[in-house]
């Protein structure tokens, strides 16, 4: 069982809209996840613009791949990296600790992402 940042079990992310690596909803891992999702964060608007200023558009729909395109207030699960990234920068979106995979501890501290905690 996957266990999330603070020790516990996984939580689900978001059915709406489907997200996760492995689209179930939860930001699980694995070998075959290059991009390491597993962070689960509400996204704002300003993320959103930071994100596709780097090259990853996630606010366009893209139907070809079943995907919709997010708005301010979906949860979705980001790249370990990107969202430290946006961290750095002073974008970074709110996180789900309870949905956040623990890999994600290998990108990020526990305190930077409590202080990012969503309610």
Request: contains cysteine.
């Amino acid at each position: 069982m996957a266990k999330n940042v603070l020790g516990t079990e996984l939580e689900s992310c978001s059915l709406d809209p489907l997200t996760g690596f492995y689209r179930d909803g939860c930001c699980n891992t694995g070998s075959e996840d290059m991009g390491v999702h597993t962070v689960c964060s509400r996204v704002t608007d300003d993320f959103l613009a930071f994100s596709a200023a780097q090259g990853n558009d996630l606010s366009t729909p893209m139907p070809q791949y079943g995907f919709s395109g997010l708005k301010e207030g979906d949860q979705w699960c980001l790249c370990a990296a990107r969202w430290k990234e946006a961290f750095d920068a002073g974008m970074a979106p709110k996180v789900v600790l309870e949905a956040t995979h623990a890999r994600t501890l290998e990108w990020a501290s526990l305190s930077e992402l409590q202080a990012h905690a969503a309610e």
